[in-house]
């Protein structure tokens, strides 16, 4: 079956399923899998419909925003996302995916076959690329071959996550910090595992708030503000870590000596960070209890955005 004009040729029913392969399937048998992200509604269901023929679990979204909510309460192991999107486009939605599941393998689908798209595609972070108008069976095959290698590299981390000298137990929701348990809020916890997940790399305020609160509070609230600099006392005892605002850029938890990456950051836009941003935590005048929270006492969160939990 092929697909024209983002919509399958007659015959497409009888060819549902066409490589005729055993469905794959997670760790604890349940059916892998794959998110589908178009505008289109039409072939967005169409290719919905052939990767359930072909045994897989699969959740259909029409918009960027709509995608990044599925990625966080579907958990896909693979995205099939168009590039071509009248809310955000697929470049960006991806950059924001990377963020919460760095790991998740994404196929971008779009209507684009210019040489330079392609390069762009793949240079975001897309692990392959499919342009329109295609065979379903070469669809299905590609997708396949990245969940396999999705799955490949969850195996090795498992349920426990280790960055410089933490670490976190993502079962247990759990945090060691050079061999002794730190108490973390669970929404700390999902902030520092976003953090150490995309260690070395800059991550956008926008980012942190759709990743950790799934919504973009806007410029107006310091919500991501305060969790970092409750965060940074927490690890001041690091001898290894440093957490760190990139100043009109965002924020990146740096082991060591290592070397930032700030291009996948982006143009921020309106999601700068003033001058008030809090340092880096570790050695160095002013380092420590410096910023927003200078005085040592808890921030309050300001903005239309929930105040962080108690038992920090």
């Known amino acids: 079956m092929t ?8 015959g497409a029913a009888s060819d549902a399923g066409p490589l005729g392969l055993p469905p794959l399937v997670r760790a604890d048998g ?3 899998r794959a998110l589908v992200v178009d505008d289109e509604q039409a072939l967005a269901g169409a290719v919905g419909g052939s990767l359930r023929a072909d045994g ?8 960027g925003r709509s995608a990044l909510i599925a990625v966080r309460e579907f958990q896909p192991d693979v995205v099939v996302l168009d590039i071509m999107m009248p809310d955000i486009d697929g470049l960006e939605t991806l950059d924001r995916i990377r963020a919460i599941r760095p ?8 209507a684009l076959d210019g040489h330079d798209d392609r390069i762009a595609g793949l240079r975001a972070g897309g692990d392959d690329y499919l342009t329109k108008p295609f ?3 070469e669809l299905q095959a590609r997708v396949r071959v990245l969940a396999r290698t999705a799955a490949a590299i969850a195996r090795p981390s498992a349920s426990v996550l280790r960055v410089g000298d933490i670490v976190l137990d993502k079962a247990e929701t759990s945090a060691e910090l050079a061999g002794r348990p730190i108490e973390l809020t669970p929404t700390e916890f999902e902030l520092l595992l976003l953090l150490a997940n995309n260690a070395g790399r800059v991550l956008r ?10 919504y973009d509070y806007g410029a107006e609230s310091n919500l991501v503000e305060v969790y970092v600099s409750s965060l940074r006392r927490k690890l001041a005892p690091s001898t290894a870590l440093s957490l760190e605002t990139v100043r009109l850029v965002g924020y990146v938890l740096r082991v060591g000596d290592q070397a930032v990456d700030e291009s ?37 969160a300001t903005g239309a955005s929930p105040a ?5």
């Open 103 to 110: 790991e998740i393998r994404v196929l971008f689908l779009t």
């Open 205 to 214: 305020r926008s980012q942190i708030l759709e990743a950790v609160w799934g």
């Open 264 to 300: 996948a950051a982006g143009d921020v836009g309106g999601d700068g960070l003033g001058a008030g941003d809090p340092g880096a935590v570790g050695p160095g005048p002013g380092a420590v209890g410096t910023g927003t929270d200078g005085s040592g006492a808890e921030a309050r």
């Open 56 to 63: 897989w679990q699969v959740r259909v979204e029409h918009r």
């Open 3 to 10: 697909m024209t004009n983002g919509l399958p040729q007659d």
């Open 30 to 32: 349940s059916p892998a």
């Open 135 to 137: 065979a379903i069976a």
């Open 308 to 312: 962080p939990e108690g038992g920090s």
